[in-house]
């Protein structure tokens, strides 16, 4: 896929996130393309589950939840993706949890070359594809909707048999005396598995997340190398993180 067919389909979720519907003769015409450029964009998309086509246009499935995350915080996101892609070298061996702060950080490695990705993010293989320096494994298991990740036994079982340098975890919320949470348990398993098999393990997170507590509580900050956000975080939020021995950078 090209680049410039991937920042067309980025586009277009995102003006589904807003209106909820697409009509293919506007987007052509906003977009600057012809329409059968725009119908071919939307059968892609269709067929990856990301959009429901409509006589003359398309509307939005149920993975407009992730779309609506996608859309939230954006410069924020890629700056702290950014940042955790800087600590990931040439022939480096990772793991990438799910989430869509987690995912970006594939597209900063564009660069790297011969590194081995092992994940259950969906997101993650979405935007890998188009960079040959990676090899991606997807760990398989059930697939949730909701998060774009695949859990559950098999995909713990896939983890416990690779060893990496680095992991990378998303949350839902974190704060230095609940620790990292997340919103559902099979969730919190992968993050646990993953944990276990990193030499580092990196939360990256945006700092709306912070002070904010999911259901499930997945580890004490503790067990993390450290944490990677941005520059919302407050001064007192920030010297609590840094009070608990983990490793804070703020971009």
């Known amino acids: 896929m090209s680049i410039e067919r991937t920042g067309r389909e980025t586009r277009i979720l995102g003006r589904l996130v807003r209106d909820g519907s697409l009509v293919v003769g506007t987007l052509a015409r906003d977009l600057g393309v012809s329409e059968v450029t725009i119908r071919t964009d939307l059968r892609g998309l269709e067929e990856r589950g990301l959009l429901a086509r409509t006589h003359g246009g398309a509307e939005a499935t149920g993975y407009r939840n992730v779309l609506e995350r996608q859309l939230q915080h954006v410069a924020q996101k890629d700056r702290i993706a950014a940042a955790a892609a800087e600590l990931v070298q040439d022939n ?89 949470t997340t919103g559902f348990a099979d969730g919190a398993e992968v993050i646990r598995a993953m944990k276990s098999r990193a030499a580092e393990s990196w939360l990256v997170a945006d700092s709306s997340k912070y002070s904010h507590a999911g259901f499930v509580s997945v580890m004490d900050l503790a067990g993390l190398t450290g944490v990677i956000t941005d520059d919302g975080l407050d001064a007192d939020s920030r010297n609590d993180l840094s009070n608990s021995g983990l490793s804070v950078r703020i971009v």
């Not at 293989?125 to 990740?149: D, K, M």
């Open 92 to 180: 480096d061996l990772i793991m990438i949890e799910a989430g869509t702060t987690c995912a970006q950080i594939v597209t900063h490695l564009g660069g790297r070359r011969g590194v081995q990705v092992l994940t259950n993010s969906t997101l993650v293989v979405q935007h890998a594809r188009v960079y040959p320096g990676l090899t991606v494994i997807l760990t398989g298991g059930s697939f949730n909707r909701t998060s774009e990740s695949m859990v559950g036994s098999v995909a713990l079982r896939t983890i416990e048999d690779f060893n990496v340098r680095l992991a990378f975890f998303g949350t839902d919320g974190f704060t230095a005396g609940r620790g990292l």
